[in-house]
């Protein structure tokens, strides 16, 4: 039997187990959504306060759409309807309309939508195209962003706990001479290239997926701007080093 002590104790099985309970459908009572649903009377009405009021029992998605309409109190009702159907679609056996209905709102009311939602619920909206998109240039584009913005997440999360702030890079000095995991290379700040090979494709991706191409420049363009992510603290100590090699250089 092996001694080796692994993060999840189950394995796959154990992954997939606990993943597939958040997936519990919601208790619908008989909501439906309509595929030719006119967005403009949406578009033009502004949530009511009142619709954050608990509404259903644990479990239903009458509690669940309230729940959610607390951080959309003020704003359309259209962005509301997109949340909702995000909080669908991220369990098992959604109502047969409401993937439709997603891409669709995309399709015709991404300007409106960015105008919206915040960077959350934009993250929140990409992801969901990973498994409702159309196949291929979408359900792709989806999932590499998926990837992307969820390790994003889990990475500043677990840095906050060293004491720094996000947009404070690292000192030379500090770096721990302990090996790299998964026998993985260490990154080069001299010439490493990793941050644009995963970063570059998404953009040309979305050349491809028209639907989901204004929601995924507008996060990349986001990312770009944000001064507290690994990436603009990369760029932060390729600066560093990359000066103090030139003041070394001319000072031979």
Do not use: C
């Not at 259903?56 to 309230?66: I, M, P, V, Y």
């Not at 028209?210 to 701007?225: E, I, M, T």
């Amino acid at each position: 039997m092996s001694s080796q002590t692994l993060t999840y104790a189950g394995g796959a099985e154990e992954i997939i187990a606990r993943w597939m309970k958040r997936r519990t459908p919601f208790h619908m009572d008989d909501e439906s959504f309509d595929l030719t649903q006119d967005f403009a009377p949406l578009r033009a009405s502004l949530l009511p306060e009142s619709a954050a009021e608990p509404q259903g029992e644990r479990g239903t998605f009458a509690l669940k759409s309230s729940m959610i309409a607390r951080e959309f109190s003020g704003l359309s009702e259209l962005a509301f309807l997109n949340a909702r159907l995000i909080a669908l679609l991220r369990r098992d056996e959604p109502p047969a309309g409401a993937a439709p209905l997603f891409r669709r709102l995309w399709a015709e009311e991404s300007p409106h939508l960015l105008t919206q939602l915040d960077l959350r619920w934009q993250v929140s909206s990409a992801m969901t195209f990973a498994d409702h998109g159309t196949i291929g240039s979408e359900q792709a584009l989806g999932a590499s962003l998926k990837v992307l913005f969820g390790l994003i997440k889990l990475y500043e999360f677990e840095r906050l706990f060293t004491g720094l702030a996000p947009e404070e890079p690292h000192r030379f000095g500090k770096r721990s001479p302990a090996p790299m995991p998964l026998a993985m290379d260490q990154y080069s700040l001299n010439n490493g290239g990793l941050d644009l090979a995963l970063l570059a494709p998404l953009y040309l991706q979305a050349e491809q997926a028209p639907v989901l191409k204004p929601l995924a420049l507008s996060l990349l363009d986001a990312l770009n701007a944000e001064d507290g992510t690994i990436f603009r603290r990369l760029a932060i100590m390729k600066q560093r080093r990359a000066s103090a090699r030139n003041a070394e250089a001319k000072s031979r």
